[in-house]
């Protein structure tokens, strides 16, 4: 070829990628999550989708607004991004009535918490300050960063654990009137900065125990702080977070602190835990969510320790921001995966999100591959909280993901300014009085939330703005459950520093669903770990009792899963924690079922 | 006699040094990269890394067979690859490939009097962080606080830098960064240490090490070569003033090219044949 022709032909491909790849560039600008221009049509969306969100704030009487955390003086130039935690939404049905309440945690000192019991009427009413749940943001306790729901005594009422910057509290609940201070007797730890809590069976011996997440070293009280020497050492290899905390319920309302004893001691930022049995053996496993550094995947050893294996498991290799784990079985295929969220700034930090799919094979040794990317999950903005559900009752389950850091003045940023001291050294990054006064900028600020709607065997849609109103509000907690008793998932979605919102789930199709509420009997009685998997219409999907999954939230108690326009389900298959196995034949449609362990 | 002999043996190290300081450059970049990854696994996938080499190698072998009719020695590619392999972070294969080519064709298209302009994979990496897609960000973050293998990354690169007759812009830009930084903290108000940070993270020693000091796209003369470095710190100082992240790169790309111009119209013949300098292009 001629030399002449050759540096023609090249200029031309060279030309011509630089065009393909402004163009590209330009025609994708819009489905970040905080510049979609985003249309909302009830009608269509209800025609399209088969499903419409509507806030419903005012028709509840649900007035709450979170508060954030104050903070010292000394780190005031970035206050905002420190106290940009403690939103939170925990649904329980505390008094036994049927009917889904919520809590929701507030983070100021001297602000009240919130128990809104429903009514069963679509009215809310708050009973935190009368059952005892509300002044609990004192000094000499710290304030609210979230709270979970389980029954650690096994009475058939769920009490109620706090997890704050300060002292984790716990509440027994005294038969759904009132709840009491049991904190002092129970064991719980001292002053530590924990921003997630679940409750899970690690020995399956019928009493709930606890796993707390701590962010911040325990040492520090945020409010008033001796250092400015408290951020990471490292954007994505800090290992100088709080520590963790595995609490072992021992009967009688006390816990004793197993933590070193079953391998958790790690100084990760955490900021989220889930668990389940990954490998049959009915032990579940414990995902842990960090900031700053990898997620770790704690392999159960028999109940009796922990061994983590989150490089081998696949999950563990590349650091990113994990703010959340919550479980879904987004391809029927009987297998829930893990989803984890994480950062996403266009031209700036695309880390995205991670949906751990399990591999068949080894059971001793679980390990995952990343579907977020195929399934259409991946990039939705500063993400936190995350959950499941199927919000059309199509049969598949859906994702709803709160988005949005820091929502301060408009068209500001500071991510320029953050991204200078995340590049530097560990003695630069770690000391705040080095980081840039905020002075009122946005991060990743007013963006949409996502709503992924999952169109079958795990291939989402983006449905953002299209099926609500646009909510562009700082997003931390999300929480389902069928707050009307109509068989449809509404949302819950905890907003830092402002209102929550509230979801009514419309839906207009002719689908149908089936939900189960677990009793243990020799499991604990939550049938936390519990697995019921509903085969129907030559699909199998599995879904697991939890106690606390996302980023600071707690989903309905009750499993709820979709059928789509089948109207005969072929059989049900509950795991126990206990090793236990119940079937149920063709249980009845549209219908909650309330499900006991069986006395085998 | 021992001294002879010593004399000797020196002086035959210090000529296959001479005559092998092509391969010195791609063999400090892999080291460079060796240590991230060894130490704390800095590469999100070895597939991203092969694709941005290979395509660079493989472009490299092609343009130079078919527009300059010539063989070329690869480790200029090699470096190309691999420094867009650590430069460009995204979750998917194609901006590895895509940059690592514009990189490599920018060597080809953007040309005068028989002289790239554009150190490529500064062009390369440049183009595709201002387009600011949901697909490619930057290498922003640090690698952690290692500072032993933060040591060492810091006097291999001076003594290579050093070899290659360098060392002048790369301590000028450090000089000029570190003043600039203090200036730029006087007016912002922030710590002088969040001004100063970015210098100890990675990107900044593969920029100061590997694409400033770049011989094909650097002036004749030192004196120029002074300046052009100050002028590279100072465009960046106003970017950064107007809060552009990805500014020593885009600096780079503003001031090289048309210092570059100048140079070759004011000293260079008409034509010259294609030639790799002694650190070879990135």
């Not at chain 1, 049927?98 to 001297?110: E, P």
């Not at chain 2, 190290?13 to 130490?39: C, D, E, H, M, R």
Request: proline share 3%; aromatic share 12%; glycine share 8%.
């Amino acid at each position: 070829m001629p030399k002449k022709t050759a540096q023609v032909i090249t200029a031309v491909i060279f030309v011509a990628l630089l065009a393909v790849t402004f163009i590209a560039s330009r025609n994708n600008r819009g489905t970040t999550a905080g510049s979609a221009a985003y249309t909302v049509e009830k009608e269509a969306a209800l025609k399209k989708y088969g499903f419409y969100l509507e806030p419903v704030n005012e028709e509840t009487g649900i007035h709450f607004r979170h508060i954030c955390p104050d903070v010292d003086p000394k780190v005031s130039n970035i206050k905002m991004q420190i106290a940009s935690l403690g939103a939170s939404a925990a649904v329980c049905d505390f008094d036994n009535d049927g009917w889904n309440d919520i809590y929701f945690t507030n983070s100021q000192t001297g602000s009240m918490n919130a128990l809104y019991r429903n009514l069963g009427n679509g009215k809310f009413e708050d009973v935190a300050a009368k059952v005892g749940v509300a002044d609990v943001n004192i000094k000499s306790t710290g304030v609210s960063m979230g709270a979970v729901w389980g029954d650690y005594d096994n009475d058939g009422f769920k009490d109620l654990l706090l997890y704050k910057w300060g002292k984790a509290e716990l509440f027994k609940n005294n038969g759904g009137k009132e709840f009491e201070r049991v904190t002092e007797e129970s064991g719980l730890p001292g002053w530590a900065n924990i921003n997630s809590a679940i409750w899970f069976d690690v020995n399956n011996d019928g009493l709930l125990d606890i796993f707390l997440g701590g962010y911040f070293k325990e040492i520090f009280h945020l409010d008033s702080l001796n250092t400015t020497k408290i951020m990471p050492e490292s954007f994505k290899y800090a290992n100088n977070g709080g520590r963790n905390f595995l609490l072992k319920n021992i009967g009688n309302g006390r816990f004793k602190d197993v933590t070193e004893q079953y391998g958790l001691t790690t100084t990760k930022w955490t900021l989220a835990a889930a668990a389940a049995d990954f490998n049959g053996d009915n032990f579940p496993e414990l995902y842990v969510a960090n900031d700053y550094s990898v997620d770790e995947f704690y392999v159960n050893k028999n109940g009796e320790a922990f061994e983590e294996t989150g490089s081998q498991a696949g999950i563990g290799r590349i650091p990113k921001s994990g703010m959340n784990a919550s479980f879904g079985d987004i391809n029927n295929d009987g297998n829930p995966g893990i989803y984890t969220t994480n950062i996403t700034e266009k031209g700036i930090l695309i880390q995205g999100n991670n949906y751990w799919q399990p591999k068949n094979g080894d059971m001793q040794a679980p390990s995952f591959v990343n579907l977020a990317q195929l399934s259409g999950i991946e990039n939705a903005g500063w993400s936190y909280g995350a959950q499941f559900g199927d919000l059309n009752n199509d049969g598949f389950m859906d994702l709803y993901v709160a988005n949005g850091f820091i929502s301060a003045r408009e068209n500001t940023s500071y991510w320029y300014d953050y991204s200078k001291v995340t590049g530097g050294n560990s003695n630069i990054i770690g000391d705040a009085k080095n980081w840039p006064d905020m002075e009122g900028k946005s991060q990743s600020g007013y963006e949409q939330d996502k709503i992924w709607l999952n169109n079958s065997d795990a291939i989402f849609e983006d449905v953002s703005g299209r099926v609500c109103p646009p909510a562009t509000y700082d997003g931390r907690s999300v929480a389902m459950a069928d707050l009307w008793n109509r068989g449809v998932l509404d949302i819950i979605v905890a907003n830092q520093n402002n209102i929550p919102v509230i979801y009514k789930n419309t839906a207009a199709n002719n689908n149908h669903w089936v939900a189960f509420d677990l009793q243990g009997t020799a499991s604990n009685a939550d049938a936390v770990g519990a697995k019921v998997q509903v085969e129907w219409d030559d699909k199998k999907q599995v879904q697991i009792v939890t106690g606390g999954m996302g980023f600071s939230s707690q989903n309905q108690h009750r499993l709820h899963f979709g059928l789509g326009e089948s109207n005969k389900i072929d059989q049900v298959t509950i795991y126990w924690p206990s090793g236990r196995i119940d079937k149920i034949q063709s249980p009845a449609i549209d219908k909650l079922h309330i499900v006991k362990e069986s006395q085998q | 006699m021992q001294q002879q002999e010593r004399e000797l043996q020196g002086s035959v190290t210090s000529q296959w040094i001479k005559k092998n300081f092509q391969y010195i450059p791609p063999a400090f970049i892999t080291l460079i990269l060796l240590v991230g990854q060894l130490t704390f696994g800095i590469l999100d996938s070895y597939v991203n890394l092969v694709v941005a080499i290979a395509t660079s190698i493989l472009a490299e072998m092609i343009l130079a067979r078919f527009v300059l009719g010539t063989t070329k020695n690869l480790a200029s590619a090699y470096i190309t690859g691999i420094s867009v392999g650590i430069l460009i972070r995204s979750n998917v294969i194609w901006p590895y490939f895509v940059t690592a080519l514009l990189s490599i064709m920018s060597k080809y298209v953007l040309r005068y009097k028989g002289r790239h302009l554009w150190n490529p994979s500064n062009f390369g990496v440049s183009w595709m962080l201002a387009l600011s897609t949901m697909s490619v960000a930057g290498l922003s973050t640090q690698w952690g606080s290692n500072f032993a293998a933060l040591s060492v990354i810091w006097i291999l690169g001076l003594i290579i830098v050093n070899r290659a007759k360098r060392l002048h812009v790369t301590v000028t830009y450090v000089t000029s960064f570190i003043i600039l930084a203090y200036v730029r903290c006087l007016i912002t108000g922030d710590a002088f240490l969040a001004e100063l940070s970015p210098l100890t993270g990675p990107m900044y020693q593969l920029f100061i090490f590997f694409m400033i000091t770049d011989p094909p796209t650097s002036v004749s003369t030192k004196k120029g070569r002074i300046i052009v470095v100050i002028l590279v710190a100072i465009v960046e100082f106003i970017l950064r003033l107007n809060h552009s992240i990805y500014a020593p790169f885009y600096a780079l790309c503003l001031v090289g090219p048309i210092a570059k111009f100048i140079d070759l119209k004011m000293t260079a013949p008409k034509e010259q044949p294609h030639s790799v300098g002694v650190l070879a292009t990135k």
